[in-house]
């Protein structure tokens, strides 16, 4: 059972650098989610999704952009990476008000 | 969201009951009580949730106050791998596919 899956689980960049981070979930859910994780923090939500071709911002969207062309995935994307944005980021899905399936993070350093 | 309030830490010792509590003094009609944990290096995982009656599933027992403005977590008897953060979350579910607001949580400590 894949459910969620993240890629990459580990990157390092230097500022300025831009990346994708993948998301698919295989549970043909039509909510998704990008959180993103602090430490010793909660998450907060950047972006989500509530179906294909459509996106929304979270609390924190400043410097990301998404994308949902196809159902099963959700990308996140950083255009010009900025040290601030070091942190765990955590793609999650769901149907409705149902609970929400979380993958196991991508750890992102920013140098 | 209504907002909850979770004791930082919590102790237990291995094959114990732990109750963790949770305050929601402005919960509304409509918000269902949601629980999540976090293990180490990996994302939430959702545990269980109630909106009135107390509830019960493989992993635990969700025990609602009857003013709905507390509620207990309880897991019957902690592993080693109970050691989590713990996420007492409200979501009202006419605001369907809105985002998780996650406070610290309670970080569970399990000793064996």
Redesign the interface.
Known sequence: NAG?TQTPKFRVLKTGQSMTLLCAQDMNH??M?W?RQDP??????IH?S?GEGTTAK??VPDGYNVSRLKKQNFLLGLESAAPSQTSVY?C?S?D??Q???????TRLSIL | DAKTTQPNSMESNEEEPVHLPCNHSTISGTD?I?WYRQLP??????VI?GLTSNVNNRMASLAIAEDRKSSTLILHRATLRDAAVY?CIL?D?NQ??????????TTLSVSS
């Open positions: 969620v039509e909510y989610y959180y010793g923090m909660g998450l907060r939500l989500y509530v979270g609390e955590f999650a769901s409705a008000d609970p929400q399936h979380f993958g196991d993070g | 269902y949601h290096s990996q994302g939430p995982e959702y949730h996420y979501r579910p369907a596919g809105t985002a998780l607001i996650f406070g610290k949580g």
